[in-house]
């Protein structure tokens, strides 16, 4: 017995001291998507910064499948030593606990919150022959049309058809809704003109509006872009506190050490201040936040709310 209780002492005791040491190896940051997206270039951008302050390499895994539940899972069992971590996502944190009947982990149990680390601002797009040139011209052309515009999406529940149906929602306008297997061939029949409407990050649409083929009619972040300031936001026309940005944020498994997490969340703020993180993100119009888990915690709270309602409302479901 004595022998029992002096092992627990020394395992309590050996905890706050493994805390104290870490990290003195390697880390792992699993990205929950397939390489060369935003979440690779915000999870290698901060990854490097964060390297160099902890004195071990944060390395990058791409584990990408069911919307991020595969590496989610994956991370959910993972040991809480600091030696895995994840890139947290709206989808995998904010819209999948609600868009899927059952997943084998729980997003509020088995994670906890480290630091939000970026934004990337969702943009709302109609095909150059649509007549409107912004959101209200928009509304008022679908309200005078009803179920006789389509909107395309890179697949059902996925970012950009969630911001649609939020709009739709909001707007109270009747779009028809034509999932596509990925951006690349919702913008193809965008282009044609075979659909009227999208919505998603800057990167895939901006040479389609350069090259003068669509149009930005709103922007979906609280503020206006520096490339697009002419362009206003979906709250400023009409619907305040409207906001639909994809972010992107750094969670461990549960029950790791808090001065683990804080120590992470310190750094993670410290690389979101650096000139060269801004340069790197600056690409995909993405703004690095940094913030402490109590913060993210709230944020992730606040967007459950937003996103469990939208899902709920339009009869989203998975695939």
């Known amino acids: 017995m004595y022998r029992t209780f002096a092992w627990i002492a020394a395992a ?11 990290p003195t190896k390697p880390i792992r940051l699993v990205v929950p998507f ?5 979440s690779s270039i915000i999870a ?4 490097v910064e964060m390297s160099k302050a902890l004195g071990q390499e944060l390395y990058i895994e791409n584990k990408g499948g069911g919307g991020g539940n595969v590496a989610m899972q994956d991370v959910a069992h993972a040991d809480p030593d600091g030696y895995t971590l994840i890139i947290g996502h709206i989808g995998s944190l904010a819209v999948n606990p609600y868009l899927y009947d059952k997943l084998p982990f729980d997003t509020n149990r088995d994670f906890a919150p480290v630091s939000l680390l970026a934004k990337v601002p969702s943009i709302f797009v109609v095909h150059a022959d649509v007549a409107a040139k912004n959101l209200r011209e928009f509304v008022a052309l679908v309200k005078q049309q009803p179920g006789k515009l389509y909107y395309g999406s890179a697949g059902n529940g ?3 058809h969630l911001a649609m149906e939020y709009l739709k929602l909001v707007a109270g306008i009747d779009l028809v809704h034509v ?3 990925g951006t690349g061939p919702n913008l193809i029949d965008l282009v044609a003109g075979r659909t009227q409407a999208t919505a998603a990050g800057t990167p895939p649409l901006m040479p389609h509006v350069k090259s003068g083929k669509l149009r930005v009619i709103a922007v979906g972040a609280p503020a206006r872009l520096h490339t697009l300031p002419d362009v206003a936001t979906v709250a400023e026309q009409g619907y305040p506190g409207f906001e639909t940005t994809q972010w992107y944020g750094l969670n461990a498994p549960a029950k790791t050490p808090p001065a683990i997490i804080k120590r992470l969340a310190d750094e993670a703020a410290k690389a979101a201040k650096l000139a060269s993180v801004a340069e790197r993100l600056a690409v995909d119009d993405a703004e690095a936040v940094g913030s402490s888990p109590q913060e993210y915690a709230r944020y992730i709270a606040a967007e459950q709310a937003r996103w469990s309602e939208v899902v709920r409302k339009a009869g989203i479901k998975a695939n």
């Open 12 to 22: 309590l005791l050996a905890l706050p001291a493994q805390a104290q040491n870490w």
């Open 34 to 38: 397939a390489p060369g997206g935003t």
């Open 44 to 47: 290698r951008s901060f990854a």
């Open 158 to 160: 996925s970012a950009g």
């Open 179 to 181: 999932p596509y297997k």
